[in-house]
């Protein structure tokens, strides 16, 4: 890895603001962005000290590897602003950490980590303005990687941009999500990229998603890709399953990506007393649990939606309803990671960070 030292991150701020054109109580998920963008180069065989620039389009060579190789890592995280407007990130060491992670299994050179959070705060900083303070909604914020050197080689290429860009966000998912348990394609396999955050893995999960959604479902949970019998995630999110009172959720491999929502509500789970296991999950014993009633929830775990509830799943032509219970695990996990990501509560677990 690089070392970590850089210079004074140089800022250049746009000459008008356009955050008077952004109605901060109508706000979709990731699809305005605010006023400034970071941008680090890496040339020479090392990463230069990052800039904050106006957010801008980028221009690119034809040939830049990104194009034909699809060499990209990103992250996606969130910033949020207390009653008194403090502003609170959520565990960001751990976006960092698995941004390189990612980025070593794609031939990426990996970032110092004053360059990625030292970027992101500077970023931060000059836009903080635009986090909202609606209840439920964040600033989205997508730290990303791609090969911008060019040629048609095959190989890794010799240039690199690592970008941040946000996006004030309201809430991902509205209500909840009907699911299709997949028994034909895969997202990931054993020795792949599916523990990484790369920008392939998505492009390969859109044309079975679409198929899950022709025939009336939101989302495909995955399985694992040599039998299909085990439950592995639920669309770009992970999957917890209670049944009766036990929270049971895959155990992270090749395969799986390594969330950061996940391993907090396993921590936070725990604490409340519930039990968690966290082992392999079959399909046949999900659809045992349901035909019996012992399939109590199900829920995806991701940054975007935090927690996300499943209403249903089909499998093998064939529809299961979850039951609607008063009191879930999903809310009660939900309301407890969030009130920390706010500060609406203690952190005794210290994942909040200050900025
Ligand atoms: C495939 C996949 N699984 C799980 C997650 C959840 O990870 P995290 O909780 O770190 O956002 C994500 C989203 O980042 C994802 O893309």
Redesign the pocket.
Known sequence: MAKDTMQKINITRVENSKIESVDFNNLSFGSVFTDHMMVCNFKNGAWETPEILPYQAITLDPSARIFHYGQSVF??MKAYKDKEENVWLFRPL??FK?LNISSKRLAIPELPEAHFMEGLKALLDIDKEWIPKNEGSSLYIRPFVFASGQGFHASPADAYKFIIACAPSGAYFSGKVRVLIEEKYS?SANGGV?FA?AGG??AGQFYPTQLAIDKGYNQVIWTDDNTHEYIE?A????IFIRINDTLITGPTSDR???????KSIIDIAKDENIKVEVRKITVKEVVDAANNGSLKEMFG????AVVSPIAGFGFKNQDYDLPELEVTYASRLKKRITDIQTNKSEDKFGWRYKL
């Open positions: 992250e996606g751990e976006n698995r997202r599916g955050k893995n998505y995630e669309g770009a999110m992970n799986i990506l390594d969330g950061i929502t996940r775990a991701g940054t975007a």
